[in-house]
């Protein structure tokens, strides 16, 4: 273990897992501590789903959304894609000594925005302000409580299952790091910041069953999510094909001038899904009504050629190892 905090320990890849499981989950204890994207919980005879998240993105206001937009959508997604109705949201602000009032009011105006869109409250919170230097202009958290029945999202995956995604990869990383990089030709590139709870309630009602595994893929990107899928299901492989994967133009283009895989880029409005095959081409009809899953593909599926692993089948007909991410490729992302 490392004797100081690097960037890499909030990337989403080995050192995050390493810092969550040998240090916060072995004090806080394992046997209490659920290391998902929210947890269950039991109130009496009913179960809810409760998550917290806290954004400290630079910038703070970028093509497609902004900090308060994020931080209510990146919460909603965490109870949606546990299966679970998102109902209520607390909002906690970390402000910073000479912050522009009106930039706030933005910022304000935008978390409501977002709010009503997904069609959630947001009905506590609370407000601080650090001297000048203390902080980056505002950090925001978000927790949030959602309603679910027993038809949740975490379910036994087995050889064959599909792997789904409801777009294209990699734009909210990519639009953040071509606006720090000045990237002129990039401007039409937008953060895909969106809610997944009306598209994912949509697949749970019409396919109760079918719905084994979701998650959203935000830092470490698509390539963490599929490597934690293939961690929970021992023995068994994740396969992905190249030439499945939906990419726009600005994406690769970014890519490749700043060296960044965008298999580990973060998304802010794309969940994966692992289905029952016999559902998938069902499942992405669907999901194609409503807006936002209108690109959504299969991407791969579960096999044993290669246990534990992730693969890609790639366009010439090789396989290529997809490794959890180890170094940190874009801080401060979400």
Not at 218 to 232: D, F, H, K, P, Q
Not at 272 to 281: A, C, M, N
Not at 311 to 318: D, H, I, L, Q, R
């Amino acid at each position: 273990m490392e004797e100081t905090i690097l960037m890499a320990h909030g990337n989403g890849g080995t050192f995050m897992d390493r810092l969550i499981n040998d240090k916060i989950a072995t004090i806080f204890g394992k046997d209490k501590l659920q290391i998902d994207d929210s947890a269950i919980v039991e109130t009496g005879s009913k179960k809810i789903v409760f998550t917290t998240d806290t954004y400290t993105i630079t910038p703070i206001f970028f093509n497609g959304g902004d900090i308060g937009k994020l931080a209510i959508n990146g919460t909603v997604n965490d109870l949606s894609v546990m299966g679970a109705d998102p109902l209520y949201l607390s909002c906690g602000m970390i402000i910073e000594e000479g912050f522009k009032m009106d930039d706030l009011q933005k910022i304000l105006i935008s978390m409501k925005e977002a709010a009503d869109y997904a069609g959630v409250s947001i009905v506590t919170g609370d407000t601080k302000v650090v001297e000048k230097g203390s902080a980056d202009k505002i950090y925001i958290n978000t927790s949030g409580v959602g309603r679910i029945d027993n038809n949740f999202f975490r379910n036994k995956i087995s050889e064959g299952d599909l792997v789904i995604i409801n777009g294209t990869v990699g734009e909210h990383g990519m639009s953040i790091m071509a606006e720090r990089n000045n990237l002129s030709f990039s401007k039409g590139l937008l953060s895909d910041c969106a809610p997944l709870n009306h598209l994912l309630k949509k697949i749970r009602l019409k396919f109760p069953n079918s719905v084994k595994f979701a998650r959203d893929a935000t830092r470490g990107g698509i390539a963490s999510v599929l490597n934690e899928i293939v961690s929970i299901t021992p023995g068994l492989s994740l396969k992905i094909v190249e030439e499945s994967l939906p990419y726009k133009d600005e994406v690769k283009g970014i890519s490749e001038i700043l060296g960044i895989d965008p298999l580990y880029s973060a998304n802010e409005g794309k969940v994966i899904l692992i289905v029952k095959k016999s559902e998938g081409d069902l499942i992405i009809k669907e999901m194609k009504k409503i807006r936002e899953g209108l690109d959504s593909t299969i991407i791969g599926e579960i096999t044993s050629k290669f246990p534990d692993k992730v693969y890609m089948k790639t366009s010439v007909g090789g396989n290529r190892i997809i490794p959890k991410l180890e170094e940190d490729q874009l801080p401060r992302i979400c």
